[in-house]
């Protein structure tokens, strides 16, 4: 009787720490390691939260198809990847995150922000509409077909062209003028 019982209790755990693996948790938000997006399968590179305040609301994670920690690399990188944003807090509003997106792309842009005026203003418009806490957005980019597809809840809203955006997307937490520089250091898992 003892034998069966020691073999349920080391199934048991198996089980356990298989399921356990499967999620990475990033203050307090369970982060999957891994993300399907059409034919790839992308693992987490890095997760966290912005350093200065806590009240912008989301916990973000970058999934790249090879871990990689060389920002530049990753901008320029022509493959699949993604940027996994969860919301965190009830007071964060479609109209909030459209301004951090909108000062992000500015930030990071200066000048150049105009030479992609028309998809930026296409990729904020996705993210018009109610937005709840425990809300998943994520921006995944296919280099088959240049596009940036942007979901939430794990339903598609729609797609940005452009290597060019992509670039400017990713340049928002990886460029050498981040939204915010310890959030950066976390995405590349440093």
Do not use: C
């Amino acid at each position: 009787m003892k034998i069966l019982q020691l073999i349920t209790l080391i199934l048991t755990f198996q089980i356990s720490t298989v399921s356990a693996q499967k999620t990475f948790t990033i203050d307090g938000v369970n982060v999957p390691r891994t993300i399907e997006f059409l034919d790839a399968k992308l693992s987490l590179n890095g997760g966290g939260t912005i350093s200065k305040s806590s009240s912008n609301g989301f916990v973000q994670a970058l999934y790249l198809s090879q871990l990689r920690q060389d920002a530049k690399y990753i901008i320029a990188d022509n493959s699949e990847m993604g940027m996994r944003i969860q919301i965190t807090s009830s007071g964060l509003t479609s109209n909030k995150l459209i301004k951090i997106f909108d000062d992000s792309f500015e930030k990071t842009l200066g000048k150049k922000e105009d030479d992609l005026k028309s998809e930026i203003a296409k990729f904020l418009g996705f993210l018009h509409g109610d937005i709840n806490k425990g809300d998943v957005f994520k921006f995944m980019y296919s280099a088959t077909e240049s596009s940036v597809y942007v979901y939430k809840n794990d339903k598609l809203k729609g797609k940005v062209k452009g290597l060019n955006f992509k670039k400017a997307l990713f340049g928002i937490w990886l460029s050498d003028k981040p939204i915010d520089e310890k959030l950066k250091n976390h995405l590349l898992g440093k």
